[in-house]
């Protein structure tokens, strides 16, 4: 679903990436579907769906418990979802509140699963119990798969809420 903005802002589009930048890194801005979204750049290529830490300079790094835990992953504010794909460098805008929103996920994804973060640090949530446990995330479809697939969640501000194994 795409989305765009309910704020006066010139040139907002959370749809499209560049190779420039256009606004402040960290700048926040509301858009439909409930959403919230902070202009970052990417710290490699990024694909839709993947959940991203973002660092306090507004780079946006593909979420691992690594970067979870360095990043401050208690803090929503770091934690953002990619809704189309960027390349490396590139500048945009990641999702972190909204409904409808694109989420990587494997395992048996249901509404009302617990979700965890992928063990391949790949960006992806699963169902399987892993490295970290994730709050703030409600799936709005079902899939039942080994591999990822992008569905649909409903976000408030994203967060880690406990990791074991990190390292």
């Given at each position: 679903?795409?989305?765009?903005?309910?704020?006066?802002?010139?040139?907002?589009?959370?749809?499209?990436?560049?190779?420039?930048?256009?606004?402040?890194?960290?700048?926040?801005?509301?858009?439909?579907?409930?959403?919230?979204?902070?202009?970052?750049?990417?710290?490699?290529a990024l694909l839709?769906?993947?959940?991203?830490?973002?660092?306090?300079?507004?780079?946006?790094?593909?979420?691992?418990?690594?970067?979870?835990?360095?990043?401050?992953?208690?803090?929503?504010?770091?934690?953002?979802?990619?809704q189309g794909n960027f390349a490396?460098?590139?500048?945009?805008?990641?999702?972190?509140?909204?409904?409808?929103?694109?989420?990587?996920?494997?395992?048996?994804?249901?509404?009302?699963?617990?979700?965890?973060?992928?063990?391949?640090?790949?960006?992806?949530?699963?169902?399987?119990?892993?490295?970290?446990?994730?709050?703030?995330?409600?799936?709005?479809?079902?899939?039942?798969?080994?591999?990822?697939?992008?569905?649909?969640?409903?976000?408030?501000?994203?967060?880690?809420?406990?990791?074991?194994?990190?390292?």
């Amino acid at each position: 679903m795409p989305f765009f903005t309910t704020q006066s802002a010139i040139g907002v589009d959370f749809n499209t990436t560049n190779t420039t930048a256009l606004f402040t890194l960290n700048d926040i801005k509301l858009g439909s579907g409930d959403s919230e979204w902070v202009y970052v750049k990417a710290s490699g290529a990024l694909l839709t769906g993947q959940m991203v830490t973002i660092a306090a300079g507004g780079t946006a790094i593909l979420a691992n418990t690594t970067n979870l835990l360095s990043q401050g992953s208690q803090n929503a504010n770091n934690i953002g979802f990619v809704q189309g794909n960027f390349a490396d460098q590139d500048f945009g805008w990641v999702a972190r509140r909204g409904v409808g929103v694109n989420v990587m996920c494997s395992g048996t994804a249901a509404p009302n699963a617990i979700l965890y973060l992928a063990t391949n640090s790949n960006g992806g949530i699963s169902t399987t119990a892993a490295s970290g446990t994730l709050a703030g995330i409600l799936l709005l479809a079902s899939a039942s798969t080994a591999s990822l697939v992008i569905t649909t969640a409903i976000l408030t501000w994203p967060r880690c809420v406990n990791i074991a194994n990190a390292g």
